[in-house]
Structure formats: structure tokens, C-alpha cells
């Protein structure tokens, strides 16, 4: 099978020497729930950023749907970008306006300017919207203000306006990570459900392992910006779970040519100890 999306020797440097991915190279499937663990300052958020290029990537490439998305710009980008959903933490809605409206934001990049502004939006992307708001629990709320919903109830919002947008591949940047446990798994019974029905490639980045193992198809652990783990749920084992999570948080930083050095943030900060460096990292 052709990969919808594919990854290779992603590099991610912030700022001077902040290393925040380390040479990733990934090829991601259609139809597969992929979730990404690892701790806090992993990388994580960073190469779902890389993938829509809401941070752009140091070196390396990523390919999605047979465009190097890391070469383009303006409206080639644009276009590319609207086939990518994206569902944030804190939800990014707009608070003062509808939950209708929010959700035909989701087509946006599909509707000319004007007709944006004066709200006429297709009938049958109106249509869809309602069909999604009450596929997730909302039809009381489709023209409530979105500030005034739930936090839960925001994030469904959220998932309802990335499907709209009819992507093909949707990144959810840690979705339940504000929420409280029952709102988590609905959010995550939902946003699972909703993409294997559509048949949608996601790529979630959790904290919760046992969501990870209860939805995904496919786990890959993330460690100081390098992939530790990639395999299905029934492989991530106790054992490697404790090895992506043990240890103390560190920050892997550039030193002169070629040298990287891991600076354990826990230790006063100033412990550092000089890895290995391999052929291929920089
Ligand atoms: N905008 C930024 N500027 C500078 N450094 C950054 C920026 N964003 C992230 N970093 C650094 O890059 C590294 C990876 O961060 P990232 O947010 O991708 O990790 P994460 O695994 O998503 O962490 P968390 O689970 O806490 O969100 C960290 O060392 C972080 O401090």
C-alpha cells in the first residue's frame, strides 16, 4: 500500500540549539489511528507541526499525498493544508460566535471570501455540519455561543469542524489534555469512531497510554525527538511503556559541528553528558 504521508529525517532545531526532533523518518497509511506517547518536551507537538507546517522543519522532508510539503509556499501550501484537519487542545473557537458557525469554519478554504462573510454557506455543507453536531451529542447546542459550552463539549465542536473540512488526514495536538476523564473518553470514543467511519488517517498526540492502547492501530513512542517505539498496541509491553517514560526530563542541544548534548533539566540544570552522535545526525 502507497504511504499517505511519509516522513524522512525530519530535523527540528528551535532557536539556536534547541533539538527538538532528531532525524524522524515515518510512513504513515491510510485508514491507520495512530497515536504518539512520550514525555513531556518529547517532540511530540513539534512534528505534528512539522506535518501541516505550522512550524517549519529544520531539514528533512515530508511528503504528503505525493507533494514535498516542506518546498511549498502561498497558495500551493494553502491548498495542500486545507486536505490536513487539525484539532487543538485548547479548541481554538471562536468564543462569541455559534456552534454552527464554528463548524462551517472546518470549509473555509473551500468558500469564496464574500460569501464567508455574509455567512452563506452551501446548503449541504449546513447540512453536514447539523448531521455532525448530532453525531457527537450536540444538537441542543448548534446555535449556542461556543463560549458558553463545556470544555468537552468545545473539543466535539472541534472534531466536527476538522471533519468538515473533508481532510484526509487529521492531527489532533494532545485533544483531551484539558479535559476531565469522562470527557476524554467521550471526546476520544468520538473522534475514533468519527474517523474509522470516514475512513480518515489521524494521528493523535496523547499523554494517556491507556487511551493510546484502547483506540490506536499503530503506537509509536517518542523520546528527546527520536522515534523509541513503533509497533501495534499488543507489542507496547509494561516494560518498553516504563523505558519511553523513565529517566529524567532532558533537552538535547546543539554544541559546535556535529556534537549534540543532552542537558538534564532536572539536575540544576547544568549536568550535561555528550551522546553518540551517528552518521545521520547533524
Ligand atoms: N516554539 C518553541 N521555541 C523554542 N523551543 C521550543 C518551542 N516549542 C517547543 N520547544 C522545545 O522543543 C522540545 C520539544 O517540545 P514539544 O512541545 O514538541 O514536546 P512535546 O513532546 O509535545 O511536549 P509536551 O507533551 O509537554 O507538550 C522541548 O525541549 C521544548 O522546550
Redesign the pocket.
Known amino acids: 500500500m502507497n504511504s499517505l504521508l511519509s516522513i524522512k529525517n525530519l530535523v527540528k532545531v ?2 539556536k540549539d ?1 533539538r ?1 526532533l532528531n532525524g524522524i523518518s515515518l510512513d504513515f497509511y491510510p485508514g491507520e489511528f495512530i497515536v504518539i506517547i ?10 505534528i507541526r512539522n506535518i501541516n507546517r505550522l512550524v517549519d522543519p529544520t531539514k528533512g522532508e515530508v511528503i504528503f499525498d505525493g507533494q514535498h510539503l516542506e518546498k511549498l509556499s502561498g497558495r500551493k501550501l494553502r491548498k495542500e493544508r486545507s486536505k490536513i484537519g487539525m484539532i487543538f487542545q485548547h479548541y481554538n473557537l471562536v468564543g462569541r460566535t455559534n456552534v454552527i458557525k464554528n463548524v462551517l469554519h472546518g470549509q473555509l478554504s473551500n468558500v469564496p471570501l464574500y460569501k464567508s462573510l455574509f455567512g452563506l454557506y452551501r446548503h449541504e455543507d449546513k447540512q453536514e455540519a447539523i448531521t455532525l453536531l448530532k453525531k457527537v451529542g450536540l444538537e441542543d447546542q448548534i446555535y449556542k455561543r461556543a463560549d458558553t459550552l463545556s470544555g468537552g463539549q468545545m473539543q466535539r465542536v472541534g472534531i466536527c469542524r476538522a471533519i468538515l473540512q473533508r481532510p484526509q488526514l487529521l492531527l489532533a495536538d ?1 485533544p483531551i489534555a484539558s479535559l476531565d476523564p469522562l470527557s476524554a473518553n467521550i471526546v476520544m470514543q468520538q473522534l475514533h469512531t468519527i474517523s474509522q467511519e470516514k475512513k480518515l488517517t489521524c494521528i493523535v ?1 496523547l ?1 494517556q497510554v491507556d487511551y493510546a492502547k484502547k483506540y490506536a492501530t499503530r503506537i509509536i513512542g ?1 523520546k528527546k ?1 527520536t522515534v523509541v517505539f513503533d509497533g501495534s498496541p499488543s507489542q507496547l509491553t509494561d516494560e518498553i511503556t516504563q523505558d519511553i517514560y523513565e529517566g529524567k526530563e532532558s ?1 538535547l542541544t546543539l554544541k559546535g559541528e556535529g556534537e549534540v548534548v543532552e542537558k538534564e533539566l532536572d539536575m540544576g540544570g547544568e549536568q550535561s553528558k555528550r551522546l553518540a552522535v551517528g552518521q545521520n545526525n547533524e
Open positions: 528551535y532557536g534547541t527538538a512520550g514525555p513531556s518536551g518529547a517532540g511530540k507537538s513539534t512534528l494532545e498526540n499523554h517518542i525527538g533537552q
